[in-house]
DNA sequence: ACCTGAACACCGTTCAAGT
DNA sequence: ACCTGAACACCGTTCAAGT
């Protein structure tokens, strides 16, 4: 399973992704990490301060998948892009939106971070309404793809965890709430509703002075 | 610590509340439990069939204390009050925003959902926009409260892990995210930004077509 | 029907001992 | 400098035995 290469703290960074992308961030365990390293538990302890510095680093690694802004590009579509990028980069490790308000961000993370604020800088809003997108824009990348990726994670768990949901369902208990997901169901789950609100956003800060 | 009462479900779940208010989800296990309930842990799977059914039902618990929506008033101060409520509820119970995701919403949180999905029928907006209305503010209620709480408890668990962050924080590199920062800090946590955003949201549905 | 002792298969982490 | 054995203080959960 390993060849018996030196042990680095990015090689034991990268066994953990491995593992969190098969087991999920539950099935994640120092004990599994040095056993696809080919190594004993405690000698991970040389490469990393504990487990919690092991997940910040797996987390910021996915921030290092983030779009960094395009250079010559107006604000609007750069953050845009950095938004859309972001969100491919969360689903792609089904486990890191999890991790995203547990640690300070590191340097890719502050990477992003600046470059979102930057292009915000570029739109000339009020102060406050900058603040307010950048927050509004965090919480929609971050919030929205976990909200997604934990329904479908749970669907693929067990076949069905929602048609299961949708079955116990009382149609004449929760009327609305039956066609929601009614709804759904017809349309699948192809549809994407993330780039729709990200425009929202994006709208309201350019009504809001950006040009 | 606890009279020998007979052991339900109910005093289960709120122990189990209890013990997360005080130590969070991460210092929650069964044994805690049970010592605050003066019984072995194994007891306590006569009531419960397992950890995870247990933070089910707590999780819902918090739902129950999102209001209803007031009966007589029009979709979309119906709305905003139901969103508030819940940010209330949720911040009451910092360790609740965490598990949004993670179970098929019980009782009283399909109850909540059922009432929003109404109020957002009554605002006759097309199907999709309802839709894509009814997640905005599902996201924005999770998901900002998410990210605040963990800003904030972060910042109370040592005294100043944002403060050190801050610092650690090199102007030169970073010029935005430093200004960013310092905006903060000198705004105090008091400002509330997520009545400004559920403002957007219920304005963007308005002009999509409510009235 | 409800409770519980013992046991199983796990955890993260420390520390002293090795090379 | 890096690795590791043994050990510590925990986990969730099963199962058979008690009442």
Redesign the interface.
Known sequence: MSTKRALTRDRVVRAGMAIAARDGLAGLSMRKVAAKLGCEVMSLYNHVRSKDDLLADMLDEVYGEFDQSPPDTSWRPALRQMALSGRDALRRHEWAT?LT??F??GPNR??H??AM??A??EADLP?DVA??G???L???I???T??Q???ET?SNERKS??E??AES?DAD?????S??IQ??RERGHHHD?FA??LD??L??LERAGGQ
């Open positions: 999890e308000t547990s300070p961000p502050r990477r971070m600046e604020l930057a915000l800088a102060e603040d307010l950048f927050h509004a965090t919480v929609h971050q919030g929205y976990h909200q990726v934990g329904f749970r965890a929602a299961q949901f369902l208990d929760y009327p609305h709430l066609a929601h709804y759904h509703d729709f609100v929202l956003i709208d309201g």
